[in-house]
């Protein structure tokens, strides 16, 4: 099951058609929400009734409070529900889906512009070059091999 989940207006929220449900937890931290899990399940599987806040009136802050790491991992193959441990058979998969090459596009929602952020680089072992990834794919990068 999916869950949106938002960091509004001081609190932890999960989002529902563009309605919101207060998360019934004391986290501050992104850390601390994953720990609370069984909170945010009972809030969004809460009853309609529950979202009673319009999710265009509260201001969003970045749902990745410092410091955390957060790490997702894709399931979009068989052989990715296997690897990561789940029954392929009871995992949903992505219907398949064809592309062309071509340029690739991408829709962000981004807010906090001008707030203060803390960059620093990834440690080399966590750094890949992604045209040597993509140009392995035939046709995705220009002068590919065929």
Same mark, same amino acid.
């Given at each position: 099951?999916?869950?949106?989940?938002?960091?509004?207006?001081?609190?932890?929220?999960?989002?529902?058609?563009?309605?919101?449900?207060?998360?019934?937890?004391?986290?501050?931290?992104?850390?601390?929400?994953?720990?609370?899990?069984?909170?945010?399940?009972?809030?969004?599987? /809460?009853?309609?009734?529950?979202?009673d806040?319009?999710?265009? /009136?509260l201001q969003?802050?970045?749902?990745?409070?410092?410091?955390?790491?957060?790490?997702?991992?894709?399931v979009?193959?068989?052989?990715?529900?296997?690897?990561?441990?789940?029954?392929?058979?009871?995992?949903?998969?992505?219907?398949?889906?064809?592309?062309?090459p071509?340029p690739?596009?991408a829709?962000?929602?981004?807010?906090?512009?001008?707030?203060?952020?803390?960059?620093?680089?990834?440690p080399?072992?966590?750094?890949?070059?992604?045209?040597?990834?993509?140009?392995s794919?035939?046709?995705?990068?220009?002068?590919?091999s065929?």
């Amino acid at each position: 099951m999916s869950v949106n989940v938002l960091r509004a207006d001081g609190a932890w929220w999960v989002a529902r058609d563009g309605r919101a449900a207060r998360i019934p937890t004391d986290a501050t931290t992104t850390a601390e929400l994953l720990g609370a899990r069984a909170a945010v399940t009972a809030a969004a599987s /809460g009853a309609d009734e529950l979202f009673d806040t319009d999710v265009a /009136g509260l201001q969003l802050d970045s749902p990745v409070t410092t410091p955390c790491r957060v790490v997702a991992q894709m399931v979009n193959y068989r052989s990715h529900a296997k690897e990561s441990g789940f029954d392929p058979g009871k995992v949903q998969l992505p219907a398949a889906k064809s592309f062309s090459p071509g340029p690739l596009s991408a829709t962000l929602e981004l807010w906090g512009f001008g707030d203060s952020v803390t960059v620093s680089a990834p440690p080399a072992d966590q750094v890949t070059d992604l045209s040597g990834i993509l140009g392995s794919i035939k046709g995705m990068v220009s002068g590919a091999s065929a």
